[in-house]
């Protein structure tokens, strides 16, 4: 008998036998306070979350804040909504490529056990974030972010909790490697154990049994503090404070005098963090594969670009200067995506310009509104409408595999990114130029709706953009021949 943890396409599914209602709009169910920041969590209980295998948070990062390592049992793709910062992904095995050489020094010098010690520093590669970046990190890689701008940093991050690489649960579990995170999410531990129970799975128990999830510490602290010690060579003190029992900051801790840390010297991008089009040719000088095609031998593990911005002209995939634009960055463009199995988009739309009905053949989509209010229609195999409201700033919504959807934007227009479970997500577009409905034969269309040959010729070729409709642009334009 095969079993659903060796095979990734089982994985993925889910019984849809009930009808779907996907009851309004996604809010943030919980929220961790912390010394530096916020961290915001939408409820995974949610049905459509949970058929989706998706999870969802938002960190709000404060100046001078730092996000404090961690690792994840899922593939993640991290979304910069707003602000700078720089970050760090730690691959196992990987060499420590950024280093101080031996006549510079690093922002201290002291002794140590009595001998004069002087202090140098090496790490693995660093970047700069910016506004549209996209971050993705791979299961189980140590990450780290630091907000080093003078305004808040707001990152959004999507989990594929049935990743054929999560073999733990459905649920994504974030394992800090310092601090003491005080309950990241209490629920998210209640539900875990009311489901491990339900399916008689065992507990996954450890030395903090006993005591409240509040006081859940980093994963030192459930080490004796003697190992600790003698792993690292250190003292007992130092040992006990890698455990973090005592550390009262949380998971998003403030950094005083700024992170000293080894990184190049480029130029940053502007206030608004909006993306350089001259920055990003210079670092694309000269790398093969650049265009998105792949060898497999243009990236070793230890050098993968873990770092694309979305928001690169160059990514834009459809451009209508009077309607909006919509960019897909799947692995073609950005390699490692082939790897966690995932890729995004990145929509704008003018006000009332509507995007063409589709569906999504091969991916879950989960749709996160960045700017504006977004009128969103969601259609199941059966033509009930699941899904009929306004999405605003800050609230999301999960487009189930193969369901229609149609978007339009309000008044003051929308912005949105969209994460999906498929590295080459594909939609196939029910109105427009090349379109599911334009691609069949007039005589089809005809009987298919009950249309003369006349009607059904109109309703194949009256709509003579592709994706992107603007009815006001084309109404001036009709009036005015």
């Not at 920041?37 to 709000?60: K, M, P, S, Y």
């Not at 692995?331 to 063409?356: C, D, M, T, W, Y």
């Not at 749709?367 to 700033?393: A, H, K, P």
């Not at 006349?454 to 003579?464: M, P």
């Amino acid at each position: 008998m095969m079993k659903e943890s060796l095979t990734p396409k089982l994985k993925r599914r889910r019984s849809f036998q009930n009808r779907l209602k996907i009851q309004g709009k996604k809010k943030k169910k919980a929220a961790d306070l912390t010394e530096a920041g916020v961290t915001e969590i939408w409820d995974a209980n949610n049905q459509l979350f949970q058929c989706a295998g998706v999870d969802f948070i938002r960190h709000r990062i404060q100046p001078g804040g730092l996000l404090l390592p961690s690792y994840v049992n899922t593939p993640m793709l991290a979304f910069i909504e707003r602000g700078r910062g720089v970050h760090g992904v730690i691959l196992p095995g990987c060499p420590e490529t950024y280093e101080y050489s031996q006549d510079q020094q690093f922002s201290g010098q002291g002794e140590r056990r009595g001998q004069e010690f002087q202090f140098q520093d090496r790490h693995q590669k660093v970047e700069d974030l910016n506004q549209g970046d996209l971050v993705a990190i791979p299961t189980g890689a140590a990450h780290w972010v630091h907000n080093d701008g003078d305004t808040e940093l707001v990152v959004v991050v999507f989990f594929d909790t049935q990743n054929y690489e999560n073999q733990l649960d459905e649920y994504h579990r974030r394992f800090f490697l310092a601090g003491n995170p005080q309950a990241q999410s209490q629920q998210q531990q209640g539900r875990q154990k009311s489901q491990q129970q339900q399916q008689g799975r065992p507990r996954i128990q450890g030395r903090g049994q006993g005591r409240q999830f509040q006081n859940s510490g980093n994963i030192f602290d459930g080490f004796n503090v003697e190992y600790i010690a003698e792993a690292f060579n250190v003292d007992r003190e130092t040992a006990e404070k890698l455990q973090g029992q005592r550390d009262q900051r949380g998971h998003i801790v403030n950094v005083q005098q700024g992170l000293q840390i080894i990184r190049p010297q480029q130029s940053r991008r502007g206030s608004s963090g909006r993306f350089d089009p001259r920055q990003e040719r210079q670092q694309h000088l000269g790398r093969r594969g650049s265009s998105g095609w792949s060898n497999g031998f243009e990236e070793t593990f230890c050098t993968l670009k873990l770092k694309e911005n979305i928001e690169n002209p160059s990514h834009a995939d459809f451009v209508n200067p009077q309607a909006g634009k919509i960019a897909n960055l799947n692995s073609f463009k950005f390699p490692i995506l082939k790897h966690l199995q995932l890729s995004a988009e990145r929509g704008e739309l003018q006000r009332n310009v509507i995007q063409s009905p589709h569906w999504t053949i091969n991916a879950h989509n989960l749709l996160y509104v960045t700017e504006g209010t977004l009128r969103v229609q969601i259609v199941d195999n059966e033509g009930n409408s699941v899904f009929d409201n306004e999405l605003r700033e800050g609230q999301v919504v999960v487009i189930p595999q193969n369901f229609a959807v149609i978007k339009k934007a309000k008044e003051q227009g929308a912005r949105w990114v969209s994460f999906k479970t498929n590295d080459n997500a594909m939609i196939a577009n029910l109105a427009g130029r090349v379109s599911a409905i334009s691609s069949l034969p007039v005589d089809v269309v005809a009987n298919s709706y009950q249309l003369s040959r006349e009607d059904a010729q109109k309703l194949k070729f009256s709509q003579r953009e592709t994706v992107l409709f603007n009815p006001g642009y084309r109404s001036q334009g009709r009036a005015s021949t």
